[in-house]
């Protein structure tokens, strides 16, 4: 989750998440590169109170600068292509579930072993736990096993919502009468909280999800209790 004073990304818990914050630093080398280069000559240039007389409309000058922007943009689309390739890939799940928008809460649905269905509400201010965190808990959590291939049904029933938690790389649209999918693989156990990234409404910024991930055993016994 998100900390105070927090400038990068948030801890990944899943390998799609990794290969974005490699990717986010790779594309961030680049920039840095880029910006002290143009720093550079703007300064030297600037300070420099001669002309060289064989840089104004020079061919070679204009070749380079035309050749080394393409390959650093390709230095950068050949990795993000690739991340995208992997977004999108789904990969034999284990297990299937269903996540519905709402104005404003979202609704669950457990269909691969029985009919398991609930509405998970973000928590008021006075029912909250002293261990709880305002504005982002929930009444009823999303479990899931953790090391396992998990494919996420997403749709809504009213307006464009977006099912998002920063830490797993995860950000799918939930579109009225469309069903999008994702794949998420979840590393270890713990909490991880996200919210609604889409503009559906006047309580837009009220439909948190808490998601909670657990041991297979666990997860096993969470559905025979259900």
């Known amino acids: 989750m998100p900390v105070w004073s927090q400038i990068n990304l948030q801890e990944a818990n899943s390998p799609l998440m990794e290969q974005l914050i490699f990717f986010h630093d790779h594309t961030l080398m680049i920039l840095i590169m880029i910006t002290i280069m143009v720093t550079y000559i703007m300064l030297s240039t600037m300070t420099n109170k001669l002309i060289n007389r064989s840089l104004l409309e020079s061919q070679k000058v204009e070749l380079i600068w035309t050749i080394i922007p393409a390959v650093t943009l390709i230095f950068i689309a ?3 292509l690739r991340i995208l390739y992997l977004m999108d890939e789904i990969n034999e799940p284990l ?8 104005q404003w809460f979202w609704s669950y649905e457990y269909s691969d072993f029985k009919n398991i269905e609930f509405d998970s509400y ?7 736990e002293n261990n709880e965190f305002r504005l982002l808990d929930v009444d009823n959590r ?7 291939p998990i494919r996420l049904l997403i749709t809504s029933t009213d307006v464009i919502h977006s099912w998002t938690i920063p830490s797993l790389g995860i950000k ?3 579109t009225p009468g469309r069903i ?5 693989y979840i590393k270890r156990p713990t909490l991880m909280y996200g919210q609604c990234s889409e503009i559906c409404g006047a309580n837009h910024s009220f439909m948190p999800i808490v998601l ?5 055993e666990l997860f096993t016994k969470w559905i025979n209790n259900h």
């Open 78 to 80: 050949l990795p993000s």
């Open 95 to 102: 297990l299937t579930i269903k996540s519905i928008g709402h």
């Open 122 to 128: 973000m928590k008021s201010n006075n029912e909250l």
């Open 142 to 148: 999303v479990i899931l096993p953790m090391k396992t």
């Open 172 to 174: 799918i649209d939930a």
């Open 180 to 184: 999008n999918q994702g794949m998420i």
């Open 212 to 216: 909670e991930s657990t041991s297979m």
